[in-house]
């Protein structure tokens, strides 16, 4: 099984490498390290440093290694700031996965495995479960779902198979804590760690269900060997939903310090986001099932291993009008 995992030098794609890794499969990692870092890629896998939207590199990646399965992980997540880059979204959201849908179709890839989002949904409906009609509200979200569509497009007049996994908030080892864009438990921490407050936009009783990297990355390695899942779509993640007030809370009890809240003024964004998981149970079973303080204690101490790290602003923001505050330093 010859794999190449995008993205895997960032946080989701390093754990499905070394899962696939595990799994016996041969792997080639690509990431540009925008987000990543060279030393999250797993021992035994080849790294090639490059970028989706290069599609001559893409081409000489297939030609060269005739992958049997794509996992496409690349990608910048930033909902929020999604946004107020929209060249840069979709160049790299949308247009970069395309590169990659066109080499699959062209060298015969045997399943391309994506990772959407629950962005797609958009707002108002909870639980989400995959029979929903998507209406996504931000660009990060509409690019995600451009990306389905265009693989089941591929699929009907190619017949590439495919795997559309749609997680949602993601913790653990190897995140980028100095993104102050993305990841709220990771901004959490740093904030910590450099002893400034913690920052939530609106009031905090937003809610999201974290889910622990354990409880998707395994599935989604193994996934390309279940015909069942095969052009499916598929939420998967945590159950529980907990609002960022309880977040924040169960984050600083982690570090043994008290939580010191600084409450921004709301941005645009959903108010509550939680899936349905029914298929995800019926194909690969149950998750590693950890609790959201088990998870973030376990996380906590591998932070406080890899220490604070300084946030770098955004440097090429194509619209200013409405972003927030916090973002324009």
Same mark, same amino acid.
């Given at each position: 099984?010859?794999?190449?995992?995008?993205?895997?030098?960032?946080?989701?794609?390093?754990?499905? +490498?070394?899962?696939?890794?595990?799994?016996?499969?041969?792997?080639? @990692?690509?990431?540009?390290?925008?987000?990543?870092?060279?030393?999250?890629?797993?021992?035994?896998?080849?790294?090639?440093?490059?970028? @989706?939207?290069?599609?001559?590199?893409?081409?000489?990646?297939?030609?060269?290694?005739?992958?049997?399965?794509?996992?496409?992980?690349? +990608?910048?997540?930033?909902?929020?700031?999604?946004?107020?880059?929209?060249?840069?979204?979709?160049?790299?959201?949308?247009?970069?996965?395309?590169?990659?849908?066109?080499?699959?179709?062209?060298?015969?890839?045997?399943?391309?495995?994506?990772?959407?989002?629950?962005?797609?949904?958009?707002?108002?409906?909870?639980?989400?479960?995959?029979?929903?009609?998507?209406?996504?509200?931000?660009?990060?979200?509409?690019?995600?779902?451009?990306?389905?569509?265009?693989?089941?497009?591929?699929?009907?007049?190619?017949?590439?198979?495919?795997?559309?996994?749609?997680?949602?908030? @993601?913790?653990?080892? =190897?995140?980028?804590?100095?993104?102050?864009?993305? =990841?709220?438990?990771?901004?959490?921490?740093?904030?910590?760690?450099?002893?400034?407050?913690?920052?939530?936009?609106?009031?905090?009783?937003?809610?999201?269900?974290?889910?622990?990297?354990?409880?998707?990355?395994?599935?989604?390695?193994?996934? @390309?060997?279940?015909?069942?899942?095969?052009?499916?779509?598929?939420?998967?993640?945590?159950?529980?939903?907990?609002?960022?007030?309880?977040?924040?809370?169960?984050?600083?009890? +982690?570090?043994?310090?008290?939580? =010191?809240?600084?409450?921004?003024?709301?941005?645009?964004?959903?108010?509550? +986001?939680?899936?349905?998981?029914?298929?995800?149970?019926?194909?690969?079973?149950?998750?590693?099932?950890?609790?959201?303080?088990?998870?973030?204690?376990?996380?906590?101490?591998?932070?406080?291993?890899?220490?604070?790290?300084?946030?770098?602003?955004?440097?090429?923001?194509?619209?200013?009008?409405?972003?927030?505050?916090?973002?324009?330093?």
């Amino acid at each position: 099984m010859n794999s190449l995992v995008t993205g895997g030098a960032g946080f989701i794609g390093s754990h499905v +490498a070394r899962y696939c890794r595990e799994l016996g499969h041969q792997v080639t @990692v690509l990431d540009d390290l925008s987000g990543g870092f060279r030393d999250h890629v797993p021992k035994g896998v080849k790294f090639v440093e490059g970028s @989706v939207t290069d599609h001559r590199l893409i081409n000489k990646l297939f030609e060269q290694n005739r992958f049997d399965y794509v996992y496409h992980l690349a +990608a910048y997540a930033a909902e929020g700031l999604s946004h107020f880059i929209r060249r840069f979204n979709y160049t790299n959201n949308l247009i970069g996965s395309v590169n990659l849908i066109n080499a699959a179709v062209k060298y015969e890839v045997k399943c391309f495995v994506f990772t959407s989002s629950i962005a797609v949904y958009g707002a108002g409906q909870v639980p989400m479960v995959e029979t929903m009609v998507p209406v996504p509200e931000d660009p990060y979200g509409v690019s995600k779902y451009a990306v389905e569509l265009d693989l089941a497009a591929a699929h009907e007049m190619f017949g590439l198979d495919y795997i559309v996994f749609r997680p949602h908030n @993601v913790y653990g080892e =190897n995140q980028n804590i100095a993104d102050k864009y993305r =990841n709220v438990i990771g901004i959490f921490m740093n904030q910590i760690m450099r002893g400034e407050p913690l920052t939530i936009f609106g009031d905090g009783t937003q809610t999201r269900a974290f889910s622990q990297i354990d409880d998707l990355a395994p599935h989604i390695a193994q996934s @390309v060997k279940l015909p069942k899942a095969y052009n499916q779509v598929i939420n998967i993640g945590a159950d529980k939903a907990y609002s960022v007030n309880e977040l924040a809370r169960v984050v600083a009890s +982690a570090f043994g310090v008290k939580p =010191n809240i600084k409450y921004l003024p709301p941005r645009n964004e959903v108010q509550h +986001a939680y899936a349905s998981h029914e298929k995800a149970k019926r194909l690969f079973g149950k998750g590693a099932g950890l609790s959201l303080e088990k998870g973030i204690t376990r996380m906590a101490e591998w932070a406080q291993k890899v220490g604070a790290r300084q946030s770098t602003p955004f440097k090429n923001i194509e619209l200013r009008k409405n972003l927030p505050l916090s973002w324009q330093k």
